[in-house]
């Protein structure tokens, strides 16, 4: 069985909303201890547009899974375990709040 190292909070945004992204990713990492990686402003890896990747600890996950659909502001954010297996973290053991995105998967082969 597989263990789960840390999660991934991804948080979309387009050109335009990146201050709002660097806001809630703040907020994040101030209430929830998560480190906040670059921002990106446009689609890098399987992430289908501009994002910022916050990794959380296992065990305040579910205090962020709590906060976020109320706190998001309206970004889209995905969300998954790292487990080690990149493809099923990225498409079977994934968490959406707001509208799901298609990812560019295809790097997983």
Do not use: N
């Amino acid at each position: 069985m597989a263990s789960v190292s840390d999660f991934h909070v991804h948080l979309y945004f387009d050109p335009q909303e990146v201050d709002l992204a660097r806001t809630v990713a703040a907020e994040v990492a101030e209430r929830f201890g998560a480190s906040v990686g670059h921002f990106h402003t446009r689609p890098v890896g399987p992430h289908p547009r501009g994002s910022v990747q916050l990794t959380v600890a296992p065990d305040r996950f579910g205090e962020v899974a709590c906060w976020l659909p109320l706190h998001r502001r309206g970004l889209t954010v995905f969300a998954h375990p790292s487990t080690g297996d990149d493809r099923s973290d990225h498409t079977k053991h994934v968490i959406w709040f707001g509208p799901s995105e298609p990812l560019a998967t295809a790097m997983f082969d």
